[in-house]
C-alpha cells in the first residue's frame, strides 16, 4: 500500500528527494514517516509528519532533510540536501492510523510499510 521511490546513487554534496505513494487506503488524517537503514545497523527514525502538517526530525538531519505531504495525492516526499557518505541506506516511507507520541521515532510504532529505496552517496 505503500511504494518508496526516488533513491539512486548521487556525489556527496548533492540532492536527492524521494517519493512515497499511498494506494488502497488514504493516510491523509494518519501519521506518515520516513525511516532508514544502513548495512549493519538498526532501522533508524528519519521525518515524520502529522496530519496538521507538523513535522519533527532527528536530531542528526535536522536542517538538511525536509518532510513534505500533498495529501490530496496521498504522497509523501523527503527532500535531502547536502548529502554525506553517512546517508547512505535504504531508506523506508511508513504510516499509521493512529501512533502514541512517544513511539514517533520507533518503527514497531506504524503498521504500514513500502519496500524500500536505496540511497548510495559517493565520496
Known amino acids: 500500500q505503500l511504494q518508496a521511490s526516488g533513491g539512486g546513487l548521487v556525489q556527496a554534496g548533492e540532492s536527492l528527494r524521494l517519493s512515497c505513494s499511498a494506494s488502497g487506503r488514504s493516510f491523509s488524517n494518519g501519521v506518515m514517516a520516513w525511516f532508514r537503514q544502513a548495512p549493519g545497523k538498526e532501522r533508524e527514525f528519519v521525518a515524520v509528519?502529522?496530519?496538521?502538517?507538523?513535522?519533527y526530525y532527528a536530531d542528526s538531519l535536522k536542517g538538511r532533510f525536509t518532510i513534505s505531504r500533498d495529501k490530496a495525492k496521498n504522497t509523501m516526499y523527503l527532500q535531502m540536501n547536502s548529502l554525506k557518505p553517512e546517508d547512505t541506506a535504504v531508506y523506508y516511507c511508513?504510516?499509521?492510523?493512529?501512533?502514541?507520541?512517544?513511539?514517533?521515532?520507533?518503527?514497531?510504532?506504524?503498521?504500514?510499510w513500502g519496500q524500500g529505496t536505496q540511497v548510495t552517496v559517493s565520496s
Open positions: 511508513a504510516a499509521s492510523t493512529s501512533i502514541i507520541l512517544s513511539r514517533v521515532r520507533e518503527s514497531d510504532g506504524y503498521g504500514y
Open positions: 509528519s502529522w496530519r496538521s502538517g507538523a513535522t
